[in-house]
């Protein structure tokens, strides 16, 4: 069983940087696809930002160039860089760990929420 947990989220004015954490729990962490998703009022969930257990990794192209997504499986704890924040990144983010399951499926954090305003 896998538990996660964010963190790092909070207010931010346009042009500025956070640093998101998600701590895992469990032994099968390794095996996982990681990933960051996100949902803002009136949208659908949608991905950010993916890692393979292998390094690969994959963003949402209004992200792309702002955002990097890394893995540290020693600490168990997946990471979402995200510079030059504009007001439409505002969102609840959340963690997902996939055991290889279809996207979307498998374990989720409760979310942090990442607001950037001026």
């Known amino acids: 069983q896998v538990q996660l947990m964010e963190s790092g989220g909070g207010l931010v004015q346009p042009g500025g940087s956070l640093r998101l954490s998600c701590a895992a729990s469990?032994?099968?962490?390794?095996?996982?696809?990681m990933a960051w998703y996100r949902q803002a009022p009136g949208k659908e969930r949608e991905l950010v930002a993916g890692i393979t257990s292998g390094g690969t990794t994959n963003y949402a192209d209004s992200v792309k160039g702002r955002f990097t997504i890394s893995r540290d499986n020693a600490k168990n704890t997946v990471y979402l860089e995200m510079n030059s924040l504009k007001p439409e990144d505002t969102a609840v983010y959340y963690c997902?760990?996939?055991?290889?399951?279809?996207?979307?499926?498998?374990?989720w954090g409760q979310g942090t929420q990442v607001t950037v305003s001026a």
């Open positions: 997902n760990a996939n055991p290889g399951l279809p996207p979307g499926f498998g374990y």
């Open positions: 469990g032994r099968i962490f390794r095996l996982n696809t």
